[in-house]
């Protein structure tokens, strides 16, 4: 079993919907990342949390420390929202990270 | 302020070559870590350097290497390079913790294709 497991690998939505990704881990942690990854390469950290909620713009983050899950939520989802999402768990100073979920936003 | 700056972009090498990637962090940031990319295996960590330290390592064989310098920018050397490691591959600076505490600025990375 991987550390860290995201689901779903694929996702496709329309403009507009509401979008959930959810993250499991089984080690406990100190905090949890949230990373964007367009195309091209190039990888923005989203959120690091480590209870609770937070919340920018249409995305909000929630972790359940207790129940080792996490997930990430988009709003009103757009075209432009398309990208592969990535969580990771660290371990000491290392990240260990999920498969990342490629999501497509279609107009 | 500048972000984090990853040279070259793009590299191709034979077989049996060695290479050599640069990372820049952001001013002020003193950690630095390494990663590879690839299809198969995803994100995987290779090495995270503090003052001049190498504080942690990945599962990765002897033929990556890293070093950092005083000024906190990183390189990373593989020698006998293999197919297997054409990968993109990205640093990531952050204050002090590495990807335990502080948020992690990633570069745009160094894709290598091997021949």
């Known amino acids: 079993k991987n550390e860290v497991e995201q689901s779903p690998q694929n996702l496709t939505a329309q403009e507009g919907e509401f979008i959930t990704i959810n993250c499991s881990y089984s080690v406990g942690i100190s905090a949890l990342h949230w990373l964007q990854q367009h195309p091209g390469g190039g990888i923005v950290s989203l959120f690091m949390l480590s209870s609770g909620k937070k919340k920018h713009g249409r995305l909000i983050a929630t972790i359940n420390i207790q129940e080792k899950h996490s997930s990430l939520h988009i709003t009103a989802s757009h075209p432009r929202d398309s990208a592969v999402y990535i969580c990771a768990v660290p371990s000491g100073s290392r990240l260990t990270f999920g498969e990342g979920t490629q999501l497509t936003v279609n107009p | 302020k500048a972000g984090v700056t990853q040279t070259p972009r793009y590299l191709i090498k034979t077989r049996g070559q060695q290479v050599t990637l640069s990372c820049s962090p952001i001013s002020g940031h003193r950690s630095v870590s390494w990663y590879q990319q690839t299809p198969g295996q995803g994100l995987q960590f290779l090495f995270e350097?503090?003052?001049?330290?190498?504080?942690n390592k990945g599962n990765f064989p002897g033929r990556f290497s890293g070093r950092q310098f005083s000024n906190s920018r990183s390189e990373m050397n593989v020698s006998t390079l293999e197919l297997g490691d054409s990968a993109l591959y990205l640093c990531?600076?952050?204050?002090?913790?590495?990807?335990?505490?502080?948020?992690?600025?990633f570069g745009a990375g160094t894709r290598l294709s091997v021949l």
């Open positions: 350097y503090f003052s001049e330290t190498q504080r």
């Open positions: 990531a600076s952050s204050l002090e913790s590495g990807g335990a505490e502080d948020i992690q600025y």
